[in-house]
């Protein structure tokens, strides 16, 4: 732990375009506050828009807020205003994906004295550019020099990488051959004492939402965007709906975003919309996650998938897709719950079975998820191991 005569600041650089809280932001507001118990001084930088400074999560942390519509326009001199502003001692650059470098960051942290950590939160994905049939060979040669100076600089100023799950680490050290020695794994945290199940919370939001309490609940919890995979979903419902008409069964889609029209219209479609619900934004995950039975999760793509193991904490049982980081947390004895992506038979079927098996059977299936999540995802263990990693690697400790 930093003793008191050294510099305890920490500047935790976050994009904060996309205007919503995912868990790149959930993150990086977590580890602030496992930094704040061993007494360092986080500082939350809101790249784009500011509303992580209103979370419950920001309660005693530092913010400082850059105005921009993309990341990566930033200049060089905010960057250097930035860092002589508040004299870190580390700067963690929190990257959604690893091709949202900003070079100009990278320079201004390369000559500061701080040490400059990279976490990174989402698998490598190439740029439409490559595959582009638009864009002409000339300009394709220039924007691949371009990216190739960019990856170099990146490299050179990064003094080590964090990945938050192994589908992350592997095309990130694929991208920076140079950085496979440099690159680690920890996997964030969850505090199970935050998300827990709450039979008041289930009875009120049931109630709310117009479902019976001895209904039978599947769907999601989270931004209702394409790539989560929701439109599967509704058909899944659809479909065990058709094979059980006369089951108890209801889906609901908690949350909001610019896919709701959409999987609104599908549900009137496939004529489940009298028991298909969009109940909006919750105030409370917790609370959600408990009027929830199975969380359906067939997303195309996840750096880890963190809802998955809030909405086990919270008492749900889990179906996924078996691609990216959600196959490590449903790995070993849960890999049973982890699903062939897009197959709807199968999907179907791992639900239709929680559906009619017996209540102590669910009960069962939910208590082994919990016990297994536990033991690897504690929000204590996994934070203060992200703390150690960050004084090792920064001559902190």
């Known amino acids: 732990m930093l003793n008191q005569t050294t510099n305890n600041r920490i500047l935790l650089i976050v994009d904060t375009t996309f205007g919503q809280t995912g868990g790149t932001e959930l ?37 400082y807020h850059i105005e921009t519509k993309h990341f990566d326009s930033v200049e060089l001199k905010p960057w250097l205003q930035l860092i002589k502003k508040t004299n870190p001692a580390v700067i963690i ?43 002409n060979a000339l300009k394709r040669i220039k924007v691949r020099i371009k990216n190739l100076l960019r990856n170099k600089l990146h490299i050179k100023s990064v003094k080590r990488t964090l990945a938050v799950s192994n589908a992350v680490k592997t095309p990130f050290v694929e991208l920076f051959p140079e950085a496979k020695l440099t690159t680690d794994l920890i996997y964030p945290g969850v505090n199970f004492d935050l998300f827990q199940h709450s039979s008041d919370d289930r009875k009120m939001l049931r109630a709310q ?74 105030e409370s995950a917790p609370a959600a996650w408990s009027a929830i039975d199975v969380f359906l999760m067939p997303s195309a793509d996840e750096g880890l998938g963190m809802t998955l193991i809030e909405a086990v904490a919270c008492r749900c049982i889990v179906l996924a897709a078996a691609v990216g980081g959600m196959t490590e947390i449903l790995a070993e004895s849960l890999a049973q719950y982890s699903l062939p992506p897009l197959d709807i038979k199968t999907w179907v079927d791992a639900t239709q079975q929680l559906l009619n098996c017996t209540p102590d059977k669910r009960i069962s299936i939910q208590s082994n998820m919990y016990a297994a999540l536990y033991k690897r995802f504690e929000a204590t263990q996994q934070w203060c191991a992200m703390v150690e990693w960050m004084e090792q690697h920064s001559n902190l400790n």
């Open 27 to 63: 993150n990086t507001l977590n580890f602030a506050q496992a930094l704040i118990t061993k007494n360092y001084n986080p500082i939350i930088v809101e790249v784009g828009l500011r509303f992580l400074v209103e979370s419950n999560l920001g309660k005693g942390v530092e913010f």
């Open 93 to 135: 650059r929190s990257k959604p994906w690893a091709e949202r470098i900003n070079w100009k960051l990278d320079l201004a942290a390369l000559f500061s004295n701080a040490a400059y950590l990279d976490w990174e939160h989402h698998p490598y994905a190439h740029p439409q550019f490559e595959s582009s049939t638009n864009i």
């Open 209 to 282: 939402w117009g479902i019976p309490e001895s209904a039978f609940v599947v769907g999601s919890l989270g931004r209702l965007v394409p790539h989560k995979g929701n439109d599967f979903s509704l058909k899944v419902f659809a479909e065990i709906s058709k094979k059980q008409p006369d089951a108890n069964i209801y889906c609901v889609f908690a949350g909001k975003g610019p896919d709701q029209e959409r999987l609104e219209e599908l549900a009137i479609e496939l004529g489940v919309s009298e028991r298909v619900k969009f109940p909006g934004w919750q």
